[in-house]
């Protein structure tokens, strides 16, 4: 008999789990108990975190399935957090049949016995942390006196950037555009400061902040249309090239969420492939003083997202916490 059957007076073989309650969130509670200032400073303090080695955050693995679409598996644990392990599917088809095509379930387990604690709907975390980043590294990087910003893309991203960037600088115009001029229209009706563009470049050259978010397989943009003192986020994922210009990653101030972003995909990614680790910052490094940001108002800044486990661990542990606090969501019998 070992100490823990000594303590519980049983044996292991005569412990059983029993019925359990478990927290449920869906999708539209999630949205309700994420508040998306806090979720903002949440990603601040985790990516200090990852940089001073306090989240576990190993890399992602991917399940193919050929000619359909991927599987990504991401664990992430911070100690005072429930440990964190999200399931996202990305299967493009699903458009065709009015499904997204990002779809993602969250577990939270207890740290302290690994009991299930909840169960939430990952598809809403999965869109606006990643936005959240960006917006993130906006705030960091851009310039503070920021006017004027381009979001391209007219999806699930373009509208949470739209959400979220003003909220990080007081933009008096966000150009926002779209292969289909019909869907930035309608996107853009949602804003009161945004303002859609059939003219990409004109959107782009006039801009201070330059935000790709579309799942293009290939750049959305030319280098030579951003000016000095642009900041330049990418958070689109779509091996083996991608909607950020390579060139940009190459010839100016790169910044990356981990330096595993200089993997090969699906950990890391593909517009970075090749490209010397050492000429990147790491968000975590600048926030915490470490290394420096943006160097002069003359600087073009690159931000290129692969979006990291330590980031749906944030979004859905605030979720969780403030559904806790009121009483709210559903529960299960596990």
């Known amino acids: ?108 387990f207890d740290p302290n016995t690994g009991a299930t604690s909840c169960i939430m709907d990952g598809t809403y975390i999965t869109a606006v942390r990643t936005a959240a980043a960006a917006a993130f590294s906006v705030r960091l990087l851009s310039r503070p006196a920021s006017q004027i910003a381009t979001v391209i893309g007219a999806g699930v991203q373009g509208r949470h950037h739209l959400r979220l960037l003003p909220l990080v600088r007081n933009f008096e115009r966000i150009n926002l555009c779209s292969l289909r001029f019909e869907e930035a229209q309608k996107l853009a009706a949602q804003s009161n400061i945004a303002c859609a563009m059939a003219d990409l470049e004109k959107a782009v050259r006039e801009s201070d902040v330059v935000c790709l978010a579309t799942h293009s397989p290939k750049p959305v943009i030319d280098a030579d249309w951003v000016r000095s003192g642009t900041h330049v986020t990418s958070v689109g994922f779509h091996p083996p090239n991608g909607e950020l210009p390579k060139e940009l990653a190459r010839a100016h101030h790169l910044f990356v969420e981990t330096l595993d972003a200089f993997q090969p995909p699906p950990v890391g990614c593909s517009e970075l492939a090749d490209l010397d680790a050492s000429l990147a910052t790491t968000l975590g490094a600048v926030a915490l003083g470490r290394k420096p940001g943006r160097r002069s108002d003359d600087e073009i800044t690159v931000y290129k997202a692969m979006g990291v486990a330590m980031e749906d661990m944030v979004a859905a542990n605030l979720a969780f916490q403030k559904a806790e606090q009121a009483g709210g969501g559903d529960s299960m019998t596990w």
């Open 1 to 108: 008999m070992n100490e823990a059957e000594e303590q519980s007076g049983k044996a292991a073989f005569e412990i059983s789990k029993g019925s359990r309650q478990v927290m449920t969130l869906s999708e539209q509670e999630v949205e309700k108990y994420l508040e998306l200032r806090e979720l903002i400073d949440g990603l601040e303090d985790g990516f200090r975190g990852l940089e001073l080695g306090e989240i576990q955050s190993p890399p992602r693995s991917q399940l193919s399935v050929q000619g359909k679409g991927f599987c990504l598996a991401m664990p992430a644990w911070k100690p005072g957090m429930q440990l964190t392990i999200k399931i996202v599917n990305v299967f493009d088809g699903n458009l065709q049949i009015n499904l997204p095509n990002h779809l993602a379930l969250i577990n939270l």
